[in-house]
Every structure is written in structure tokens, then in C-alpha cells.
């Protein structure tokens, strides 16, 4: 199943499913509300069946970020063998997290306005972990089970500010700068642990590009870890990290430019389409 | 005004305003709803010239965190001359950030079940500022505007799974070991920039001691560094980092125990009362 959330004329928002090349409107205003509702599965296959349901053709729906309102966002970082050889380290033993707002998130094709806040604007593609079920202190297997599915987000990331301090979350807390999207897949359609591509280019520039099989700690991995310590919830997220390439591990550094466009790709998910306006400063 | 919420017989919490040695409830779930009404101010007020709104003796109320539901919660690191020299840092040239999720704040006199989660539980004594407005990108001026007042933290860590990686967050982020309260108390009563005393007792062996007077970045510094990068909204906390004398910090290292009781008390607003449970294992 495919899910989506829909932004309407009016600027409000419905949650959606698609089926046969259309998105079926459902009554609730995202996904972030829809996968709250423990017969979330019923409502989906009856808007299907709803020969009087709102309906879009693909190409005509304007898509939001499908998860406006997580609880909670957790992010992992050096989590793939390239990335890690990237910056330098040794394979960790245990997964390096942050947190996010919500706030943070912006819909799958917005433009990303930096302004003059940062000159160091980089790019983390990264496969996105959306949780269905309530999980505490969750075994593997739990964890596994509890996976609703999977979407696609470019932890964006000032780097200027980034470095600043110790910790990162500074760099990576700007409101909306993480695009996440353009839909939901649910786990039985996919298996990041059998490998899917991971891209991202600028401009057609091919910038990352790696494979989920190159994750050291997998989604089941992180969503048990995180459940050790804090409860998760239906609609919640976990970024599982991004591979190398990013514009901090290259020679010289490369960091995004005035106007260019940021595409992140996932392989049977789809891609974020990003323009970012960045005011450069002499020098730059 | 001194703002608490507070656990009802039945399980639910009112919010309250504290007049004449008595807590005024009013019709609201918590402090966290009250002060998203624009009109919060005169709905205390009322509460307290209504003859027939509910009251108790202070002595009779049972606290909860008054702010159950932060949107937001950022914590700073690294902000107490005393305690940056004791952890051999120079003083920052930028506050130091990480997020903490609402669920891991607890009641003011809640305890603190670690089990054996931890066996290196360390105690971080900290003023938390509650924000009153909507702010982004504010100055000074208008950060010390929008704040609503002040409470007491402490930023339990797990210091164990905190040294696990490059990010505090998985030490920090354990639900329901925040202690916050016991009240709010408004800005206009209170001033942490000519100083307030913080202090932390184990079992009332005090362990630290210092004064909001030694933050490098005070109150609306901070309010104003992190709205430049996010929307901070009526409710929000900031808590403002903690002084020297951290388990972490002694020599040797101390822990808390099984059974030892933790005492948070900042000059003005109140203290933090909280009995842990650890399970010790061997060695410890």
C-alpha cells in the first residue's frame, strides 16, 4: 500500500491511498492522524471500494509531507559503512542519535529557503522508518512487526552550525529543511534489508549513491534500540542515517548553491524534489 | 503568579494558580493548555476571585509536572562557569543544544525507577524556562519578553549510555526521568540574571551549589539562539544547563544509589524531590 497526504485547493490536507494510478481521498487530514486509528487498514481499503470517494489522478495531486505531526523523531547518524569510511571512523558498536521537531519538516517538492542563515548548506539522504504500533522495549522481532513502513528524507544539514558545538542538533533543527515524502510504503512491499538504492543528485549530478544493504544497524535495529529508552508511537519516524558522498566528506568541500535542485531517490519509494534559495555572501 | 498542575483523585490534572496559601484550580487540563489561551492571565485571575472555584491548602495538593506536553523542550549543555571548568572546557563561543522529548519528564516528587537500565545515574540541577509567546528570529528584547517564567529541572542522565557515542541524547532521553516543578513561577516575580541559588542534595549531602548568576548564556540568550533556528511557542522549554558538581565531574566518580533521594531546589520556586530505584549489580 502507498500513502500519501494531499494538500487541497483549500490548503487543507487529506490523508490518501493510491490504487490503480489514483489517490483515493480518505476523511482524515494526513497520514499522521490516519495511522493513529487502529483500523487504519479497513478505512484505506474501503476509500478503495468507495466508488463515491475523492479521487486524483497521480499527476494532478499536490503532495505534503505524509507525516506532518510525529511525536517523535529520532535520527541516526554514521550508519553506513561508506559514510563512516567517509568521515573517518571506526564502525560503532552502538547507533549515534538525535532527536528532530517536527517543525523540521517540509513537503517533498518545497523549495528550501536558507536565506543568509547558512553557507554551508549539505545533503543526507536517508531512508526513513515510520512506525505502526506502540512500542516499548521492543524486541528485534517486535520492532520488525512494528514497522508500518518506509519513506524518503534528506536530513538537511548547516553544517556551519552544525559545527558550532559537540552536538549536532543545531544544524540539523532549522524549520523546514528536512523534506520527507512524497509517499508511504507500506513494509510488505519493500525490504530495505534486501537492498534498495539510495540516491541523490544535484542538479542530475549523481552526488550519493549507495544501497540500504549498507546500513550497519537495519530499521528493526534502530526502532528496538530507540524503544529501549522511549516509547514509540503509530506515525512516529526514524532516519536511518545517510551513505557517503555528502558535500562535508568530499575534496574540496561542495556545499549547495543559490537556485540548485536537490533530488533524494529511493528505489521503489520515489524522490524529494527540492529547489533551495540560499543568499550567498562574498567570498562564497 | 506561581502556576502548578495538579493530579485530581480521579487521576486527572487541573491546572492551578497558587493565592493566599491556596492553589485556585481552573477548568484546564494542565499549565501546558492553560497557557496556550491568550487570555490565561485573566483566567487566573478570575479563578481567584471566584468564591466558588475549587481550592486546597497547599499542604493537600499532589503535583504533577506542570507542563506535561511541551511541543518542544531544548536542552543546553556547557553553561555554568563552575561546571565548564570542571569538565576542562573552554567557555563557548555558542550555546551548546540537544532536544528532549515531552515523555521523558516526570512529577516534581515522582520516583525514579532506573531498574537496571543505568548503572551510572548522574543528577544535573537546572533552571527551565517556560515560554509565554510565539517567537522566531527574536532579539534580546524580545526573547526576555516572551518568556512566562521559570521552574526547576534536573536533567537525570544515564551517563553510561550517554558516553556511548558522540550524541547525549540516548542518555538523556529516558521517559519519565525528568523531574519538572514543582511550579511555575511568572517572570515578573523572579530574576535568574541577579541570581537565584541552585542546589542539589543526595540523602541532604549537598553536591552542588552555585547561582544563575554564573550562565554564560542567560535565560533570553538562549530563548533568542533558538529561535533563529525554530518556532519556539507558549509552553516551550529551555532548560538552561547545570553548575559543577555532577557525579561525572568528582573524583572519584560518584553514582546515585538504590534508595538515595535527590533534591533539586533553585532559590525562588522550589524543590525537586526524587527517590531512585536502581538494581545494583554486581560490582557496583
Known amino acids: 500500500m502507498r500513502l500519501a497526504t494531499i494538500r487541497q485547493p483549500d490548503g487543507t490536507t487529506r490523508a490518501a491511498v493510491e490504487y490503480n494510478e489514483q489517490w483515493f481521498q480518505l476523511d482524515v487530514a494526513s497520514v499522521s492522524d490516519l495511522v493513529t486509528l487502529p483500523t487504519w487498514r479497513a478505512l484505506a481499503s474501503a476509500a478503495i471500494n468507495d466508488s463515491t470517494a475523492p479521487r486524483l489522478r497521480l499527476s494532478d495531486a499536490t503532495l505534503a509531507t505524509p507525516l506532518p505531526s510525529p511525536r517523535k523523531i529520532v535520527c541516526c547518524g554514521l550508519n553506513y559503512h561508506d559514510h563512516i569510511a567517509e568521515t573517518g571512523r571506526d564502525v560503532p558498536e552502538y547507533p549515534t542519535l538525535f532527536a528532530k521537531f517536527g517543525d523540521t519538516l517540509t513537503d517533498p517538492y518545497a523549495e528550501i529557503n536558507v536565506g543568509a542563515d547558512s553557507q554551508k548548506v549539505d545533503w543526507e539522504a536517508e531512508l526513513a522508518v515510520v512506525i505502526g504500533s506502540s512500542l516499548r522495549r521492543a524486541t528485534k522481532a517486535e520492532a520488525e512487526a512494528g514497522i508500518l513502513g518506509y519513506t524518503v528524507a534528506n536530513d538537511v544539514s548547516y553544517r556551519d552550525w552544525q559545527a558550532r558545538t559537540l552536538q549536532w542538533f543545531q544544524g540539523k533543527a532549522w524549520d523546514a529543511t528536512t523534506p520527507v515524502g512524497p509517499v508511504i510504503v507500506t513494509a510488505?512491499?519493500?525490504?530495505?534489508?534486501?537492498g534498495l538504492a539510495v540516491t541523490t543528485s544535484i542538479d542530475g549530478e549523481v552526488?550519493?549513491?549507495?544501497?540500504?544493504?549498507?546500513?550497519?544497524?537495519?530499521?528493526?535495529?534502530?526502532?528496538?534500540?530507540?524503544?529501549?529508552?522511549?516509547?514509540?508511537?503509530?506515525?512516529?519516524?526514524?532516519?536511518?542515517?545517510?551513505?557517503?558522498?555528502?558535500?562535508?566528506?568530499?575534496?574540496?568541500?561542495?556545499w549547495l548553491r543559490d537556485g540548485e535542485v536537490l533530488t533524494t531517490t529511493i528505489e521503489g519509494i520515489g524522490s524529494l524534489r527540492n529547489q533551495f534559495r540560499i543568499s550567498t555572501t562574498e567570498g562564497y
Open 188 to 194: 510488505d512491499e519493500i525490504s530495505p534489508k534486501q
Open 207 to 254: 552526488v550519493q549513491s549507495s544501497n540500504t544493504r549498507e546500513l550497519v544497524f537495519d530499521a528493526a535495529d534502530l526502532v528496538a534500540y530507540v524503544s529501549q529508552f522511549t516509547q514509540l508511537s503509530p506515525g512516529d519516524l526514524i532516519l536511518t542515517g545517510t551513505p557517503g558522498g555528502v558535500g562535508l566528506g568530499r575534496s574540496p568541500q561542495r
